[in-house]
């Protein structure tokens, strides 16, 4: 579907709504109620695929080179509190823009992880049978429908990422966004690298030092590797 249809359509089926087109992806404002809009783009625009929702969230993915999806989606000229990037190689699903990171499963929520879940498919049908719904293969997505699943019960962020231990088998290393902040989590085994920068002023976590090596005073900043099982949040 053309920029200029999905337009029109959209005119026609949200009240009071605009659009910003970076690349293939449009932001799509309106005060219509978020249950509504997926709905309408389940049934009535099934050519528009819906990667992120919520008042405070903006998820671009693309597969390429990270430096031309960065200037795809004019990265640098957004701000906020708080952002993700994550780059991968395809292990688990298709080199397809459904199965790149990060992986949204509810308002505000996404979530990039490095490693792979050998209990994927058995959770994927539990949670379809709780009502979640997901778009691709991808053992990632699994793991955002599970946090979405687990904070729609009334927990924390914190607490569902301690509960993922028990319930998500394999190794990986979790960064998980929602409005308030974002937390990080290797599991016990804690194959999957990771290193954290924390200064007054910011927090960056990486797999490796040399992706912040060019961060504002990281010289002085505390380094630090993230314990197996433990989540730090901030």
Known sequence: MSLSDFKKKSS??????????????VVLETK?????????????????????????????????NPKDVVKKFKLASFSGTHGIGHTRMATESAITTQGSHPYSTAEDECLVHN??????????RSLIKDGQKF????????????????ISKGKNLENTLKRSLKDLDGFYTFIAGTKNGFALLRDEIACK?????????????????????????VNTAKIFEPKPGIVYHW
């Open 193 to 217: 690298p990771a290193v954290g920068a924390e200064t007054k002023d910011y927090v960056a976590v990486a797999s490796e030092f040399q992706a912040m090596a060019h961060l504002p005073n």
């Open 32 to 64: 219509e109620l978020p249950k509504k809009v997926i709905s309408i783009l389940e049934n009535d625009i099934k050519e528009v695929s819906l990667v992120g929702y919520g008042k405070s969230i903006n998820i671009f993915k693309q597969t390429g």
């Open 135 to 150: 778009n691709s293969e991808n053992d990632t997505e699994v793991a955002a429908g599970y946090i979405s699943n687990e």
């Open 12 to 25: 026609k089926l949200f009240k009071k709504s605009k659009l910003k087109d970076y690349s293939d992806h």
């Open 115 to 124: 490693g792979s879940l050998s209990n994927h498919n058995n959770v994927r």
